[in-house]
């Protein structure tokens, strides 16, 4: 097949493997040549094999298999947030907020309606505008930001890094990471580098690591990091400040989902002489899913070039939508409901820790939705053990940036739901699951 593959530039190369998978003369599965022999038939350097082979890897065109080598790569099925398809199992892997614990937003709605907005009018609705930018003061009130308004903090993060990046740039992500974050960097053509999270956050050790390897970009959760629930401590926080100093024009992402409802203080890597930032939260969690809303803070630069991604008629947030959050965020019932909710999952968690604990499970407390468990043996076979007793978790192997890393001994589990009796039966499942 090398034969068949022409190019004397990365770029050539890559655009030759796509024309040969669009004719159908390479099909899913099929092997291309290892690089070195590529490199030899081409009579280019290794590396323009290495880069080509790359290229075709972001775009999703080619899986690379370690030592089974590389081959163009079929329609797979990703790893998603939410319920799982066509299963009568009991899913506790969900990542999913409690139903109940969503405020109404009926109430809300008659109000938010009045004088529609017209082409040209400010992108983010001005009373939204002024509570968000109150809110966000009292954690960033040593930068000078603006508000941008997102269809939600994936979106938001999507078009902070189109702004900043070109194809290939390196991005560090936490490891183990959020689904959505894995996801928009490798769609982007980014090069994601993983950074360790311990039980303070982000590692200095691997944050040095990844400033090494050239990032320009970091997508950091300073509370409740998905999956394994950990906050950034205030001496964490400082270490990493200390060594992003040193490099002021690297774009720092922060996500806040969880901002309403986490029981820990916002500890921030972004310190006060930082020139690219923003600080990200959405109202998923507490507002429901469906609220696709995110409030971006960014220096005046960043939110310059991001608000050229979200012209008035085209990508704009409905104002609607916005007012709705706002008239939600402003009500004392609504507050109300969200701070049932916040205890709702530290309590719940909590317990739920506790019985774990009791079993000899290392389940230490955590912020989120969910509790990140670690085992005794790999998580794929404990998980397949749950399925036979009734119950679908969710693997630490989904959340891996190394795909060649040891298969994971931890299990994400959304447990908060679950009541007294369902969670004593599902632990003891978990312990017969794990001998």
């Given amino acids: 097949m090398s034969a068949e593959i022409t190019g004397t530039t990365a770029a050539d190369i890559a655009d030759s493997v796509r024309a040969l998978r669009d004719r159908g003369t390479l099909r899913p599965g099929d092997p291309l040549p290892p690089v070195r022999e590529l490199a030899t038939t081409l009579g280019v350097n290794r590396n323009t094999a290495v880069a080509a082979y790359r290229q075709l890897a972001q775009a999703g065109l080619v899986v690379s298999r370690g030592r089974a080598g590389t081959t163009i790569a079929g329609v797979e099925a990703v790893a998603q947030e939410g319920y799982a398809a066509d299963t009568v199992l009991r899913d506790v892997g969900t990542g999913n907020p409690e139903p109940r614990l969503i405020p109404d937003p009926s109430p809300a709605l008659a109000r938010v309606t009045g004088r529609p907005v017209l082409y040209g009018e400010p992108v983010i609705d001005r009373g939204l505008d002024a509570w968000a930018r109150e809110w966000i003061a009292t954690d960033l009130d040593h930068a000078d930001f603006r508000v941008t308004v997102t269809s939600g903090a994936v979106d938001a993060v999507e078009r902070l890094l189109a702004q900043a990046l070109t194809r290939d740039d390196a991005v560090a992500l936490e490891d183990p990471c959020f ?216 693997t630490g192997d989904e959340f891996a940036l190394d795909e060649k890393a040891e298969p994971s001994r931890h299990l994400r589990l959304t447990v908060h739901d679950l009541s007294d009796a369902d969670a004593a039966a599902f632990v003891a499942d978990l312990v017969a699951a794990s001998r």
């Fill in 179 to 394: 689904l959505a974050s894995i996801h928009t960097v490798r769609l982007g053509g980014y090069r994601a580098v993983p950074v360790p999270v311990d039980g303070e956050g982000m590692t200095v050790a691997g944050l040095r690591a990844a400033l090494d390897a050239g990032i320009r970009a970091i997508i950091c959760t300073p509370r409740a990091q998905n999956p394994t629930g950990t906050s950034l401590t205030a001496a964490r926080a400082a270490e990493l400040r200390a060594v992003l100093a040193d490099h002021p024009y690297v774009l720092i992402i922060e996500d806040d989902h969880f901002s309403m409802l986490s029981q820990r203080p916002y500890e921030t890597v972004i310190g006060p002489e930082h020139r690219r930032f923003a600080l990200v939260r959405s109202v998923s969690k507490f507002l429901g899913p469906d609220m696709c809303l995110a409030l971006a803070a960014t220096d005046p630069d960043t939110a310059e070039r991001l608000s050229m991604r979200l012209s008035p008629g085209t990508t704009w947030v409905s104002h609607l939508l916005q007012r709705l959050t706002h008239a939600q965020l402003t009500d004392p019932s609504a507050l109300k409901t969200i701070g049932i909710a916040a205890a709702h999952y530290a309590e719940r968690n909590a317990a739920f820790a506790r019985l774990l604990r009791t079993h000899g499970f290392d389940a230490p407390d955590s912020d989120g939705l969910s509790l990140w468990v670690e085992l005794p043996r790999p998580a794929r076979a404990v998980a397949e053990q749950l399925m036979r007793r009734g119950w679908l978790a969710r």
